[in-house]
């Protein structure tokens, strides 16, 4: 089993599927895990809110059950739908054989048999291994409705289906919520969560997690990728990179066998790090090399 048993046990288990967390961060998970709160994590895109779920998951072998939020999203589809499809072929099924008792057959078809379950029911239903994560993705994404439903469901950990009742969770899920913060969740909402705020790491953390992470990378080529990421981040851009980023672009410069930046590579490869035209633009010409220059500035001995 698993040991969680104290702040350096979670991790610990973290860092055994390779996710790296300082001390604060390490403390917020154990404290969700210890008191049963669901955690709600906030931050820029690419920070790894998302993949402390997937670590958890694995750490402690759970099943890992993800609700990916978006814009319309509504309690119903979140919970459950009715197999349309199958309804209707049991229907012209008793139609055709003359069994059509009407009281029976709506009986039937709004039954278990005819239940799609979506991730909010499957996080209530029990599980040999015991209570899954579920990962409520990018909660920002939706609107306050939806928000106000989850706070009912959240407190009680329970779900209506008006034609089959409510279903109770046996064992809370551990709950993971996150927001890249594109606008501002409910204090409501927040008030049930233990908060925690994931910030781009600094330079010491980003290379320990890059280790982790694309541990076949030379220790000088890891340097000069996060060190110019880091520089990177100081940038008017519309969107900074993320350790996501740093981690995807140190894969990419690996496949090139790429030994060590050059103003040329940075050019061809700023795809795996930026991800609009208008930033990458901003670094074509010297730009590059100024902040490379600047970058490995930091690396120099004092």
Known sequence: MTDISSIDAVQEMLTGQGYVCGRALGTVVFLSLKLGRPLFLEGEAGVGKTEIAKALATGLDRRLIRLQCYEGLDASTAVYE?????QMVAIRTAEATGAADRAALNTELFSEEFLIERPLLEAMRPDERGAPILLIDELDRTDAPFEAFLLEALSDFQVTIPE???IKAPEPPIVILTSNRTREVHDALKRRCLYHWVDYPDFDREMEILAARAPEAAANLSREVVAFV?????????KKPGVAETIDWAKCLLALDVVTLSPEVIADTLGAILKYQD????????EAKRILDQARATLEPA
């Open 279 to 286: 930033d990458i633009a901003k670094l074509h010409g010297s």
């Open 82 to 86: 009715w197999n349309f499809p199958a």
């Open 230 to 238: 880091q520089a990177l981040r100081t940038e008017d851009l519309f």
């Open 164 to 166: 089959l009742g409510t």
